[in-house]
């Protein structure tokens, strides 16, 4: 289809992922798979689940992705610098001359959200604009959004618009769209970015259950800790390998 994709997906360089996805109905995707490499292909894919069963028409699906600042963020919890932080205003933020490069929140984070930039090995993501929350702005994200599908501002005020433009896309014959991570019943707790969908989350990319990772915590650092181990062991091959 006549698709676009702006990244791919988030990493510690691009911390707003937006696709543009034409699809041929009906659409198959893959667990896992980004929008654009499955459900852009307009056909089946092996090992694919059904998602949408109707006609042999196309449709659009807009896709913009972020970092969306849990409530039970397991991130925050397994960092053992302090590097990232809960601010004021509910978000979680980097602190990048904090972080160590441990890599402990990348495997924490049931969104994949998370990465580390290859040349120092430090973790970066979208932090809602904390130094324009704290100047009293909105985000850039929902300033620059020209058709408000972007917006900013207090939760239950958020939850309320979502729902009436639920109401009325149901009302239309979307009886797909519905909310994600718009309550605490979520697995994290309820988030800081919720949105609204036209089809199941698996479409989008998206985790249809994401867990609460944080009880996992003990098998993330030792995870991280025997990667760190086994580059340590690398290191020093190199070195003494120079030596010869």
Known sequence: ????????????????????????????????????????RGQAVDGGVSTY??????????????CKHCTHAACLDVCPTGA????????????????????????ACPFGVLDQREEDGRVWKCTLCYDRLKDDKEPACAQACPTNSIQFGELSELHERAEHRLAHLQQSGQDRAQLYLADGDDGIGGAGAFFLLLDEP???????????????????????????????????????????
């Open 84 to 107: 990232l932080f809960r601010t004021e205003f509910g978000t979680v933020v980097v602190q990048e001359d904090v972080c160590n490069g441990c890599g402990y929140c990348v495997p």
């Open 1 to 40: 289809g006549n698709s676009y994709d702006n990244s791919v997906e988030l990493d510690a360089n691009r911390w707003r992922h937006v696709a543009f996805v034409e699809q041929k109905l009906p659409v198959d995707v893959t667990d896992g798979a980004s929008l654009v490499e499955s459900a852009a």
């Open 53 to 66: 069963q109707e006609g042999d028409g196309f449709r659009w699906l807009m896709a913009s992705d972020v």
């Open 202 to 244: 698996e479409v989008y990319g998206l985790p249809p259950a994401p867990d609460d990772t944080r009880r996992d915590v003990g098998e993330i650092w030792a995870a991280a800790g025997a990667a760190a181990l086994g580059l340590g062991v690398g290191l020093v091959a190199t070195v003494f390998g120079g030596r010869r």
